[in-house]
Structure formats: C-alpha cells, structure tokens
C-alpha cells in the first residue's frame, strides 16, 4: 500500500516536471526557432555598434611645402537633458563662455523637450548639439569644468539617488559626439584666397559630416582632398564599452591626398603685399598681379584684390570672393598690339623698320576717328609698339588683313578657355570675321572689340618669352599621400607654337624698347635685368559707350628679357592718381620684380651702368634683320 | 561473502575521496581560468582601445603641432615677424651676391670611347 502511495508520488512528480521541461522546451523552440529571425536582430542591435571614422581632408601646399590649407579634428559638444535635470541655469553658466554662446540660448536648449520616437511613443530627447568645431584644447577645459560641477548645494545632505544623478550629470550630461567633426583651416589667412577657396560643411550619411569645397582648388579638386570614411562594426557591453575582441569589421578612414601647387607663398606675399600699397595709392575697383614661369607656364602667383579671408568666406562681400583674373573680361587695350605686330611680323606682312604714317593722332577709318594718345608722325613698327602708337597698330592690322588677326587672335588663345583648374573661368569674347564690322579691323589691334580675361592675356606675353609657344596654365605640380608618396604628377604642357622663334626674337627686340625712357614704361625699367614688356590703358565700356574716365591699366612684362625667367602682370580697374598703365602699373611691376629676383636669385643680365640703349623709334632707314616668314 | 561496506578500512575509502577531490579540483579550476582567461581578455581589449584611443590622440596632436610649425615657417608669418621685430632687413641686390662659376667638366666621350676600343677584344669589333 505504501510502495503504491509512493509510486503515485513519484508518478505526479515526474509528470510535474515533464510539464514543466516540455514548457522550457517550448519556450525554447519558440526562442530559438520560430522567433529566431526577430531576436535575433533584436540581440545584435542590442549590442552591436557601428562607428564612422571621418577622413582627414587632405592639405594644399605650396611649391616649396608651405601650409596653404589643413584640417584640424574638432569635437562636437552635445548635452544630455534628461541627465541634466534641473540644473540647466547653473549648467548654461559655467558652459556659455566656453562655448561662445549666449547663456539665455543655451539655457533653453538645455531644457527638456518631448518628442515623438519612431514608433510613436512619447519620450523626452537625450541628445542636443550645443556647438559644432570646438577644438580639443576647449573640450578639455569644458571636461574639466563639467567634472568640477559645483551644485550649489551640501552634497552631504542629499540623497542617495540625488547624488548619483549629481554624479551623472557630472560625467555623462555634457559629451562630445564619437564622430569628430572637422575643421578648416587656412593659416596665411586671405593669401592666396582665390586660388584655394573655400568649403562648407554638409550633413552626410551616418552622422559623418563631409567638408565640401565651394570654391577655387577645394572645389576642383574636392573629391582627391576628401578621402573616404572608415568604419567599424563592433559590439559593446552594458556600459557601451566596445568589446574589442568582438570587433566585426574595421576598415580605416583614408585620408585625402596632399595637393602641391606651383604657387610659391613667398612669391604670393610679395605680390599681395605689393598690389595692397597699389591699391591705398592709386584706389582702383580691383587690381590683379599674376606671375608665371613662361617656360613651363607654372604660376606663382595669382592675385586678385580686394580678396577675401577663406577661414570666414562668409564675412567678405560676394565681389570680393569673385577670382576676377578668370571671370572678369576686359578690353584688353594696348596690350593686345602683340598679337597683331607679332602676326604681321610672322607673316611677313611688316618688318621692324617698316614705317607707318601715324596721321599725327587722327586717323579716319570706315566712318569713325581714331585717336592717338599723343600725335606721332612716321613711326617705323618698333617704335608703334614703344610708343603704343593705336593708329600705327590699326594699319598693321590693316595690311595684316582679317583672317590672319582673327587666325593669330585664336592661335593666341583668345576666346578659349585657357584651361586652368579653376572654377568660375571665362571664354572671353572674339568675334567670327563674319560678324566684324568695317572698323573692325582697326579697332581690334589696338585691343578694343575684343574682350580678354587678364590670365588669356598673360598667356599671350609668355608665348613671346618662350620662342612663341603657347604653354597651358599650371597650377597643380602633383597629388601625394600623407607619407609624401608622389600619387599623381602634372607637367608643364605646350599647346602650341603661334610665331616662329626667329620672329618672337624681333617681337622681344621691339617690347625691350617699351621700358626705354622713349617707350610708355620707363618706369618699369629694372637696374639689373633687361625687361620686356607692354603697357596698356583701355576705356571702360559702360551701357554700350566709352566711358570718359573709367580705364582698365595693365603692364605685362618679362624678364630678363632674352633668357626670361618670370612673367609678371599687373592690371587696374578704374585707378586714380593716374590711369596710363605705364604710369600706375608699371612700378608695381618693377617692384614685385625686383623682389622677386632677389628671392629667387636670378641672375642679372645687365650692370646697374650699362643701360640698354632703345632702338631708334622713327624711321632712319637704317635696315634690321627681318622676319623670315 | 562480501564484506559489509560499513567494516571497510578507512585507507581503502581513502583513495575515491582524493579521486573525487581531484575531480572538484579540476572542475574548479578549469572553471576559475576560463573565467581568468575571458576577464584577461577582456582586460587586454580595454588596453587595446586605450592605446588605440592614445594614438589617435597623439597622431592628431602631432599634426596639430606640425601645422602649428608650418604656420610659424610660412613666408607671411617670417615677414611680420621680421616687421615686428623692425630688424631692418631688406632683400639682398643682385651686385651683393658673388656668382661662382663652376670649371667645366673635362669632355669624357673621347676618353671613353678610346678606352671602349681598347678593352674590347677584336673580334667584337669587327662584327
């Protein structure tokens, strides 16, 4: 009886238990069976994490390794509200001045808000950007500030719970987001501010923001700065602290590539600070001074003035960001009687000793006048171009024919783009012959009809300082990585050969002459170096008119004029004290010269005492070679 | 006839218990250092990340203090700086600067090739 009475027992027991396995046995196949797929997403967002790693924007140098541009890793600093609970007057107080914000502005973003999560429940936020590009030193003073919190109470006397929260205001209210922001920056400040740009930030994909060029190299070059974003997949503990022995993926950020510029920074300083003295004497709009190598078509310099502080686009006004050595055209006035001596000179059409009758400053053509700045009589075609004379100009033109001035015009590279990586640039305006008008052929050798931009223009001067080949304009030397390994690099490109190198030679002979005490840039003249080179002084054109008063004045010379080594050019837009191009804008270029001669130690080709004696500029039937074509 | 467990020795008895012990022993400790071996790894993950943590910091430090130098070196900064300290520098003329010009090189191709013809045995150079 008793054996059946246990039998029984063990018999419920067993089924008890039996009950209750095969509901643990249930349990688990509903776990890890049926609802296998949706915990186990659940479980994985529960501990994995996944980290963005911002690629550093690459640096741009200059010639010589100079520090154009950089980026600088910023924090972004963020509040927790929840954590900061009542405390936000005593929080915006200590936090306001570190963070340059007002303390009313942060107190109210500090405070608590309600929102709706993405399942429509309603929950406080926890996550408040208070400022983005704090740098790492004001993040540290903003820790140390956060972790020196003082409540204003006896900490003694609170309780438990109120000092645990106290506790994790101190360490978890105030953070910085995991991904670090970006910053930057430009240390020589507005130098060299058109040729590099600027950026922007913009909000990217997985809360990476991405630093954007908006303007000149940042922007052409934007996606070989910007690298590519790293990540990791990893997972965490309770406390988030990653579990690096979990880690999934971790593929490093690649960083952006090193851009090296031909612009050498010293040579950009002398020639900013130089137009800076021209522009408080002579006041123009604008003035602009570019420097290039003739042989290789390198610039050096790229300068455009009023300029604009990169680090703070926004602070300048929209005229002063615009590059206007690219996008602003011209007429481009006397400087453009190269084009039409050196193609009349190619084609065999005039000699140097030719003579022309400069009508003594009148000269009526088609139906219109034709003014000289001073009346000239005869002028043989050196003396035209020392002189400047536009009638002498207008009548190789003339017997040049249109065609040809077009055909030379366009082998020049006017109305083309010039090519130069830079945003923003102009064609300029050369019109089809079949569009010219009667006058046409006159007006254009003495630069007016036609419309340049002032780097087309320093093009053409630097064709004739290299036996007549046009080069294409460098800007980029190379791209390299961040271990200094060459990843990409540029050479200097010809484009083509528009004159002969015996005629460039005779072109040369005649722009020596400009700087002569007889020629219209005495004052352009260097002590040590032989200078070649030509002024020029256009009216503006306002609604459709020659305007009375308003001139573009320029100088575009090389040297030393036979082995020339830098091309320089200077132009001013409406100056005053002064508007012959000779007069405002020959010093100018005589100083930045000498300057730059000093710098780069180019070696004289002439004594200080042993001045270049000036051809004879009227005719004196004295026979010089002449041009073989 | 067996003995009854209750009159066994207690030397005999002994050697199950050890057994045993051994067993709880082994059990124990391969309980105890799976548990050392994760907490050091562990340990060693949060040493890794440190580290990690410390060289970033210290790799965007040094960039930070390289552009600060490049800062420093940039032709802008020297020229203020040489304004500021009103040195009285000015750029060097071109009569201050004494040009050496280097000897030319003695022509090698003759040399050369003399000796080329006199290594060189004659049956080469008749091919």
């Not at chain 1, 688990?28 to 529960?46: F, I, M, P, T």
């Not at chain 1, 303007?215 to 997972?235: P, Q, Y």
């Not at chain 1, 223009?457 to 080069?471: F, K, P, Q, V």
């Not at chain 1, 004159?499 to 722009?511: F, G, M, R, Y």
Request: glycine residues 8%.
């Amino acid at each position: 009886m008793t054996k059946r009475l246990q039998w029984k027992r063990v018999l419920l027991l067993l089924a008890l238990l039996g009950l209750a396995f095969a509901g643990l046995g249930y349990r688990l196949v509903d776990l890890q069976v049926l609802r296998h797929e949706e915990l186990a997403v659940k479980a994985q967002q529960n501990t994995q994490r996944e980290f963005w790693q911002p690629p550093r924007r690459g640096n741009i140098l200059d010639a010589r390794g100079n520090l154009l541009a950089t980026s600088l890793f910023v924090k972004t600093v963020c509040a927790d509200p929840v954590l900061i609970g009542n405390r936000q007057a005593a929080v915006a107080h200590v936090l306001a001045p570190l963070l340059q914000l007002d303390e009313s502005d942060l107190y109210q973003r500090l405070l608590p808000r309600l929102g709706k999560n993405q399942k429509g429940e309603i929950v406080t936020n926890r996550y408040v950007v208070l400022q983005h590009k704090v740098s790492d030193e004001t993040w540290q003073k903003i820790q140390m500030t956060m972790t020196n919190f003082a409540a204003g109470v006896d900490e003694r006397k609170l309780s438990r719970t109120e000092r645990a929260s106290l506790r994790d205001l101190r360490s978890n209210a105030i953070f910085a987001d995991p991904v670090d922001d970006q910053l930057r920056v430009y240390p020589g400040g507005s130098l060299a501010s058109h040729v590099l740009g600027f950026t922007a930030t913009e909000a990217g994909t997985n809360r990476v923001a991405r630093i954007v060029g908006r303007d000149g190299i940042e922007m052409v070059l934007n996606s070989a700065l910007s690298g590519a974003a790293g990540w990791r997949v990893t997972r965490t503990d309770r406390q988030k602290r990653e579990l690096v022995t979990l880690r999934d993926e971790d593929v490093q950020a690649r960083d952006g590539l090193n851009v090296v510029l031909t612009l050498d920074a010293a040579i950009q300083h002398i020639v900013e600070t130089n137009l800076a003295d021209a522009l408080q004497k002579h006041t123009p709009i604008s003035i602009t001074g570019i420097v290039m190598r003739p042989r290789t078509g390198e610039i050096l310099a790229l300068a455009t003035l009023p300029n604009y502080d990169p680090n703070n686009p926004g602070g300048s006004p929209l005229d002063a960001r615009r590059d206007r050595v690219i996008s602003d055209l011209m007429e481009p006035g006397s400087t453009f009687k190269i084009v039409v001596v050196s193609g009349a000179l190619n084609e065999g059409a005039v000699r140097l000793t030719d003579t022309f009758d400069c009508e003594q400053g009148h000269f009526a053509f088609a139906g219109r006048v034709l003014h000289d700045h001073e009346p000239y009589g005869l002028l043989t075609t050196e003396g035209i171009v020392t002189k400047s004379s536009n009638i002498g100009a207008a009548k190789i033109g003339i017997r040049l024919g249109q065609d040809h001035l077009y055909d030379y015009a366009c082998d020049f590279g006017f109305g083309q783009r010039t090519g130069i990586p830079l945003p923003g640039e102009a064609r300029g305006i050369l019109y089809p012959v079949k569009d010219w008008s009667k006058v046409s052929i006159a007006q254009i050798p003495m630069g007016h009809g036609i419309a340049v931009t002032r780097l087309q223009m320093i093009l053409a001067m630097c064709a004739l300082a290299n036996d007549g080949w046009l080069m294409r304009p460098m800007l980029i030397n190379r791209l390299e990585d961040q271990n200094g390994n060459v990843v990409r690099q540029y050479y200097p490109q010809r484009v083509r050969q528009v004159i002969s190198d015996s005629t460039d030679k005779l072109v040369v002979d005649a722009l020596k002459t400009v700087v002569s005490p007889e020629g219209t840039a005495a004052g352009a003249a260097m002590k040590y170096y032989t200078v070649a080179g030509k002024t020029g002084t256009a009216q503006k054109v306002e609604n459709g008119t020659y305007a009375e008063h308003k001139f573009v004045s320029s100088f575009i010379g090389f040297f030393p004029a036979d082995d020339p080594e830098l091309c320089i050019s200077v132009v001013m837009d409406e100056p005053k004290e002064g508007y012959y191009g000779g007069q405002v804008c020959g010093p100018v270029f005589k100083e930045i010269a000498e300057r730059c001669a000093s710098y780069l130690n180019i070696p004289p080709d002439k004594t200080s005492e042993s001045p270049g004696a000036p051809a004879p500029l009227v005719a004196a039937g004295t026979a010089r070679p002449a041009s073989t074509q | 006839m067996a003995k009854n467990r209750k009159n066994q020795s207690a030397a005999i008895r002994f050697g199950p218990a050890l057994k045993a012990l051994g067993l709880c022993l082994l059990i124990a400790g391969s309980a105890v250092g799976y548990v050392w071996q994760k907490s050091r790894i562990y340990q060693l993950g949060q040493q890794i990340r440190q580290r990690e943590m410390r060289l970033t910091r210290l790799q965007n430090n040094n960039q930070k203090l390289d552009g600060q130098l490049s800062i420093l070196r940039l032709p802008v900064m020297l020229d203020r700086r040489a304004r500021e300290l009103n040195l009285g520098l000015a750029p060097a003329q071109p009569n201050q600067v004494l040009r050496l010009t280097e000897p030319a090189p003695p022509p090698p191709a003759d040399r050369t090739l003399t000796h080329q013809l006199a290594v060189r045995p004659a049956t080469e150079m008749t091919q």
